[in-house]
C-alpha cells in the first residue's frame, strides 16, 4: 500500500525545522511536505496555499499552535480531501480581546527590535527546563529570524482574524488526533480537552514535560503518536 501523503503545518516563526524529528521519523510511514505558512495574512489565505501545494488525491493534515488554524481550515476547505486531522498546542477558539490587543502591541515592537519579541516568547513556547537547552533555544531563535519580521506580522493578523472553529468540530468525521504539552501556558490542556471532546472518536494525547513546542520538546512521543495515528488512517 502506499504511503498517505501529509501536510505539516508549523506555527508562529517557526519553518520546516519544527517538524524536522518527524519528517524523519515519518520517513517508511507517509510523505511529508511541510507547508509554507508566512506568505498570507489570513488563514483561509495560508490553507488554500498549502492545499495548493499538495500532490492530487487524499492527504492528511497535522498543523501546531498557529499551523492548527491553518490545519482546522484546511480540513474545511478540502473535506473531502483530508483523510486525517492532526492537531497540536492548539485551540479551536477565536482571538480573545486581550490575546489581540497583546499580538498588536508586539507587533509594533517588532518593527524596531524584533529581537526582543522572540526573546519574550521563549519562555511561552518552552518549559523552564527546556529553556536552558542551548541547542533548543538556537534552533527556536534561527527559525523565528528565517521567517522574520514581516512575515511575523502578517502571521499575527491571521491570527487574530482567525474565526470561531468549534462550530465546525462536530462536523469533522477523519481520524483525530488532539495533542498538546501539559505545561503548555499558551494552549491549556483543558483547550484541547474542549477540541477533543466535540470532535467524535478523536484521541486526545498529554505530553508530560512538555510546553507549546511538542515536536521539538517531545519528538519522539509526538513522532509515536503521529505514528499510531497514521496507522488508522492507512487501515
Not at 39 to 61: E, K
Not at 149 to 172: F, N, V
Request: charged letters at 20%; aromatic letters at 2%; hydrophobic letters at 45%.
Amino acid at each position: 500500500m502506499s504511503k498517505p501523503n501529509l501536510m505539516l503545518v508549523p506555527g508562529l516563526l517557526c519553518d520546516h525545522r519544527l517538524w524536522q524529528a518527524q519528517v524523519e521519523g515519518l520517513r517508511h510511514t507517509a510523505e511529508c511536505k511541510v507547508a509554507d505558512v508566512a506568505g498570507a495574512d489570513s488563514i483561509a489565505a495560508l490553507a488554500t496555499a498549502a492545499i495548493a501545494r499538495m500532490p492530487p488525491g487524499p492527504f492528511a493534515v497535522a498543523g501546531l499552535s498557529m499551523g492548527g488554524y491553518v490545519a482546522l481550515e484546511v480540513q474545511r476547505q478540502a473535506a473531502a480531501r483530508v483523510v486525517g486531522l492532526a492537531l497540536l498546542d492548539t485551540n479551536a477558539r477565536p482571538d480573545p480581546e486581550q490575546a489581540t490587543e497583546d499580538r498588536r502591541r508586539m507587533m509594533k515592537m517588532a518593527e524596531t527590535d524584533f529581537e526582543r519579541v522572540v526573546n519574550a516568547l521563549l519562555p511561552k513556547l518552552l518549559l523552564p527546563a527546556h529553556m536552558r537547552n542551548a541547542a533548543l533555544v538556537a534552533g527556536v531563535k534561527a527559525m523565528a529570524a528565517s521567517v522574520g519580521k514581516d512575515a511575523y506580522r502578517r502571521q499575527q493578523e491571521a491570527i487574530i482574524g482567525r474565526i470561531d472553529s468549534r462550530p465546525h468540530l462536530a462536523k469533522i468525521r477523519c481520524p483525530t488526533l488532539v495533542l498538546c504539552g501539559r505545561e503548555d501556558i499558551l494552549t491549556p490542556v483543558a483547550q484541547h480537552q474542549e477540541m477533543a471532546n466535540a470532535i467524535a472518536g478523536s484521541r486526545l494525547v498529554v505530553a508530560d514535560q512538555c510546553g507549546h513546542l511538542s515536536p521539538l520538546e517531545q519528538p519522539q512521543l509526538v513522532t509515536m503518536n503521529l505514528v499510531h495515528w497514521l496507522s488508522g488512517i492507512r487501515g
